[in-house]
């Protein structure tokens, strides 16, 4: 079974500034994702990164990169540049390979909150 | 590509009621996978297609849960009896199966039973 844990429930960042968002996992499986979602009130779950178990250089797309640490099994999101829309909750999941792919495992939540 | 759609976004029923959502995935998506979120926590996984056939469901659907994809395009989930802790977000994804790092979600079907 696969588990995510993220410790912060609540994190404010200064809009412009960075801000990075805590992610650990645990799975048994050697192939494993892990993603990150974004999902503003309106409910709907933004896809934003993906990291691969094997992939060895941590993912970015545009704002937002993905510190992966595999020893330690963190997956810290890290967006740059905040801005006023970033405010949301944000989740990471973890699927294992094999037949367990697309099934994604959420970790709690953390809510952003971006202040002008 | 328009997403991953959800219908109806919203429904409001009274307990005991018979309710159905609809799910319709990225095109030439073959995975779709329903989930379901409650306030406050982050979604969790009902069920799973590849094409038309259901290859895995969660201990949380119960009998009183069934979902279908025939065809192998959209899916149904149907909640019979509904009950007020069937309240919730149910979400819809769809992936390829060749590419597990694209799982897109859909905006959602909240359901409330009063």
């Known amino acids: 079974a696969q588990k995510i844990t993220q410790t912060q429930p609540g994190m404010f960042v200064q809009e412009k500034e960075a801000v990075t968002l805590d992610c650990t996992y645990d799975?048994?499986?050697?192939?494993?994702?892990l993603f990150w979602y974004k999902q503003p009130s309106s409910g709907e779950m933004i896809f934003l990164i993906y990291?691969?178990?094997?992939?060895?250089q941590n993912a970015t797309e545009g704002r937002y990169s993905l510190n992966f640490q595999k020893a330690r099994k963190s997956a810290n999101l890290v967006i740059s540049a905040s801005q006023l829309g970033d405010s949301a909750m944000y989740f990471c999941?973890?699927?294992?390979?094999?037949?367990?792919?697309?099934?994604?495992?959420f970790g709690q939540g953390t809510i952003l909150t971006v202040h002008p | 590509d328009t997403g991953v759609s959800q219908d109806p976004r919203h429904k409001i029923t009274k307990r005991g009621q018979n309710v159905t959502f609809r799910c319709d995935p990225i095109?030439?998506?073959?995975?779709l996978y329903w989930y379901r979120q409650t306030l406050g926590q982050g979604p969790e996984f009902l069920t799973y297609?590849?094409?038309?056939?259901?290859?895995?469901k969660s201990r949380l659907l119960s009998d009183r849960f069934s979902a279908e994809r025939p065809k192998g395009s959209f899916s149904t989930l149907e909640i019979q009896r509904t009950e007020q802790g069937d309240s919730a977000m149910y979400l819809c994804?769809?992936?390829?199966?060749?590419?597990?790092?694209?799982?897109?979600f859909g905006e959602g079907s909240w359901l409330t039973v009063v």
């Open positions: 994804a769809s992936s390829l199966r060749s590419a597990g790092n694209t799982i897109y």
């Open positions: 799975t048994s499986d050697q192939s494993y994702g």
């Open positions: 990291q691969g178990s094997y992939d060895e």
């Open positions: 999941a973890v699927y294992a390979g094999g037949t367990s792919y697309g099934k994604l495992t």
């Open positions: 095109s030439e998506h073959n995975r």
């Open positions: 297609f590849q094409n038309e056939a259901q290859l895995e």
